[in-house]
Structure formats: C-alpha cells, structure tokens
C-alpha cells in the first residue's frame, strides 16, 4: 500500500541555519512526489513537486529537494531559514490511475531568534 | 483572485444542528476534495468529485453529504452535528497529468466548532 512518512513530528532550528525535513514513501511505481507548507490560519500551498527528470527539485521561498529513488525517500532542505518559515510542512505522493494523494502527518518547524 | 474559496471560514454551532460549506473553485480543474484536519494537523481525505462525478467516498459517517452542482462548485453538509465533527475543513481542486493528480491547491479552511 503506499504511504508516506515524515519521521520528524517538530523540528526546530535557529534563525540563519541550514534545514532538512525528512520524507520517505512506499510505491510501488515512480511516484508524483509533492512538498506543502500550511502556515498557521491558513491552507496547504505548493512548495515543489517532482514528477520525472532532474531529481533535485526547485521550488518557492528558497526551498529544494532531492528525489532518492534507492533510499525512498524526497527530503526537502533550505540552507538558511528564516523566522516566516515557522509553519507546518507535508510530504504527499500522487497515486496512479487514482485521485487520492497521500499525505505525510506533517513536520511542525520552529525557527528560534 | 482568489483560486478556491470557501465559506464561512468561522462555524460555530450545537450539536444536533445540520450545516452547509460552501467551495468554489476558479481554475477550471476538474477534480475537487474536501479534507477533514484534525487538532493534530493530520489530513483526511473525505470525498472528490471529477466532472462532477463521486470518485473518492472514504469512510465518513452518511452524515455528510457532497454535492458538486458544476465543476467549480462542491458543498459539503452536514446533519446532526457532533463534538467530534469539530475541526478544519478544506476544500482543495487539482488538474490531471499523465493519469494521476497534479499539485492540489487548497481553500483558506473553514473551521467548526461543534458546542
């Protein structure tokens, strides 16, 4: 069945420092592989998606992440992070031939001064 | 302009009541959702239509009910409403590539609060 972990319930990281939030999937296939942020009040956005090619991925806000088809695993890294950066972030894979994604049960950053 | 819209985005109510969200999508996608997150952020699916067509009908009590009247439109009610009915509410939409879901974009929530 496919699933999607995100090992990491909070992280928390200093203002100026490097970031990585881990991400690993089970498909069977070569997956649609998607990073959300949802910020306090509000609702999932997009922070980058791979879906074939180039398996380090750019997205929006300084965000980057690397598709490790060996390890299962699509962890998304910043190398400096900001206090805007505080939110809740979620790893999901797009399934084949169904409409369901699948969603990770999130990572909550915190970003201390 | 905003992609998907949903109201009210505050719903405050007794148990036992019957209420109604509204969704609204403006970016001609065809597949629509409602998610349900809990007070530990955790997302579940509930239901999506395509074309207006019931595709994803996940374990939910027949208490809620989807009704896509267009593409761009997908309500969700709700009867006899309970205390564990409280929480996020999301509506999202998405395109289609290459037979699986593309990026899904997500409604500002609508959050209940069932007293």
């Known amino acids: 069945a496919q699933s999607v972990t995100q090992p990491d319930i909070h992280i928390t990281v200093s203002e100026g420092a490097s970031l990585e939030l881990r991400c690993n999937y089970s498909y069977g296939a070569t997956p649609y592989l998607f990073w959300y942020v949802q910020s306090p009040g509000q609702g999932l956005q997009l922070l980058l998606k791979?879906?074939?090619?180039?398996?380090l991925v750019q997205g929006i806000k300084g965000f980057e992440a690397e598709f490790k088809r060996s390890q299962s695993s699509f962890n998304l890294r910043k190398p400096s992070v900001h206090w805007s950066d505080a939110a809740e972030y979620f790893c999901?894979?797009?399934?084949?031939?169904?409409?369901?994604?699948?969603f990770g049960a999130g990572t909550r950053l915190f970003v201390k001064a | 302009d905003t992609a998907v819209s949903q109201t009210p985005k505050y719903l405050v109510t007794q148990m036992g009541n019957d209420k109604s969200i509204k969704c609204e999508q403006n970016l001609g996608h065809d597949t629509m959702y409602w998610y349900k997150q809990d007070s530990k952020k955790f997302l579940k699916i509930m239901f999506s239509y395509n074309n207006k067509e019931l595709i994803i009908n996940e374990t939910v009590p027949n208490r809620f009910s989807p009704k896509s009247p267009d593409k761009a439109h997908l309500n969700l009610h709700i009867n006899s409403l309970e205390l564990g009915d409280s929480a996020v509410y999301f509506c999202?939409?998405?395109?289609?590539?290459?037979?699986?879901?593309?990026?899904?974009?997500f409604g500002p929530g609508t959050r209940l609060t069932v007293l």
């Open positions: 999202a939409s998405s395109a289609r590539v290459s037979g699986r879901t593309d990026t899904q974009y």
């Open positions: 791979y879906f074939s090619g180039d398996t």
């Open positions: 999901a894979v797009g399934a084949t031939g169904g409409f369901k994604t699948i």
